[in-house]
């Protein structure tokens, strides 16, 4: 059982990552690459991502993920950016360093190349990076705006329920089992362990590529960091998967909800889509029916655009780009 035990500063110094953190992401997916993913897309990424990852990369990708702690820095959430993440490792000081590493493994020696790297090594470092961003494009970046897509999913499902509940019940409900008891959030794990924030506060994140008992890490004079699996209905999508809004709406009513998140009549739907001008008033009209996009008359033409809950489901739903990028 984890035991985590807030004070009041605590609990006003609780939040969400606002974005998904590549570093983190990587850890979790080069132990999905050695062990698999329980998750209904994980066999399938699984073989194209170690398909897809150079042999020049293998061993870094094997010296994140081959000796797992059950713990997570909180340095590997510090940034949104991959390469500002890289460059945050490679300059802690020693005695940051020690504590990143114990972390990092629980076998002795595990990490020697990356001592190298982080120790001074310049060359050791240029290669360690290099390897890294190239493990990363590889194994994440063409699933990443899935990625930004459950993450921004979770922070919107766990904002409504904050407002409503209070951060007590959006804590338990949000981390898989959790319960909330007077200033401690309990959390059903393999591990025995009592955290105390003692004001550092605690930093919150959904996580892809990690389908065990949520994880806890903390490093002196930094929130705490707990990790979470997202939940298994959220799913990422491997090579030719059919698109979910589409699949939901229909192709043309789903290509006219994502045109309108510039503002066009009902003239510009049906010419820039190629259907007619009843088909396009079919269209919108079923989409304002849902609220899904807002409609205003301007002069003789009908101007349409995108609602925030339109806008929200075709983000969510947009198959990702080959070239994802990681902000």
Same mark, same amino acid.
């Given at each position: 059982? #984890? &035991? ?5 500063e ?6 969400? #990552? ?6 983190l ?20 990424? &699984?073989?194209?991502?170690?398909? /897809? ?8 990708v ?23 993440a ?9 005695e940051? @360093?020690? +504590?990143?590493?114990a =972390?990092?493994s629980?076998?002795p020696?595990?990490?020697a190349? @990356?001592?190298?790297?982080?120790? +001074?090594? &310049?060359?050791a +470092? ?8 190239t ?7 063409p ?9 921004? +999913? ?16 959006a ?29 550092r ?6 996580t ?5 008992p ?18 298994a209905? =959220?799913?990422?999508r ?13 192709t ?6 994502? #045109?309108?998140? /510039? ?9 820039q ?9 079919e269209?919108?009209?079923? =989409?304002r029916?849902?609220? =899904?996009?807002?409609? &205003? ?14 806008s ?5 739903n ?10």
């Amino acid at each position: 059982m #984890l &035991r985590i035990l807030f004070t009041a500063e605590d609990l006003a110094a609780t939040r969400f #990552l606002p974005e998904p953190a590549p570093m983190l992401e990587l850890k979790f997916a080069a132990v999905g690459l050695r062990r698999g993913i329980r998750a209904s897309w994980g066999e399938r990424w &699984r073989h194209s991502a170690l398909a /897809a990852v150079p042999v020049a990369a293998r061993p870094t990708v094997r010296q994140l993920g081959g000796h797992f702690s059950w713990t997570v820095s909180p340095t590997f959430a510090v940034s949104a950016d991959l390469d500002e993440a890289i460059e945050t490792f490679l300059g802690l000081g020693t005695e940051q @360093l020690r +504590g990143e590493m114990a =972390l990092y493994s629980s076998a002795p020696n595990s990490g020697a190349p @990356l001592w190298n790297a982080f120790e +001074g090594n &310049r060359e050791a +470092g240029r290669v360690l990076a290099r390897m890294t961003k190239t493990a990363f494009v590889a194994a994440m970046r063409p699933y990443w705006a899935d990625i930004r897509a459950n993450h921004h +999913g979770e922070l919107a499902q766990h904002g409504r329920l904050l407002a409503r509940s209070g951060v007590g019940a959006a804590l338990s409900t949000t981390v898989p089992g959790a319960s909330w008891r007077r200033d401690c959030l309990l959390i059903d794990s393999p591990q025995d362990r009592t955290i105390r924030l003692g004001g550092r506060g605690l930093t919150i994140t959904p996580t892809a590529f990690w389908t065990g008992p949520p994880l806890v890490g903390e490093l002196p004079d930094q929130p705490v960091l707990l990790a979470y699996p997202t939940p298994a209905e =959220l799913s990422i999508r491997v090579g030719a998967e059919s698109d979910a809004l589409a699949a939901i709406l229909g192709t043309t009513r789903a290509a006219v909800l994502r #045109l309108l998140a /510039a503002e066009h009549s009902s003239g510009d739907v049906a010419r820039q889509l190629g259907i007619s001008a009843a088909s396009a008033s079919e269209h919108t009209a079923a =989409l304002r029916a849902a609220r =899904l996009i807002t409609s &205003r008359r301007d002069g003789k033409a009908v101007i349409h655009r995108v609602t925030v809950l339109g806008s929200d489901l075709v983000r969510l739903n947009t198959p990702p780009p080959s070239s994802a990028r990681t902000t």
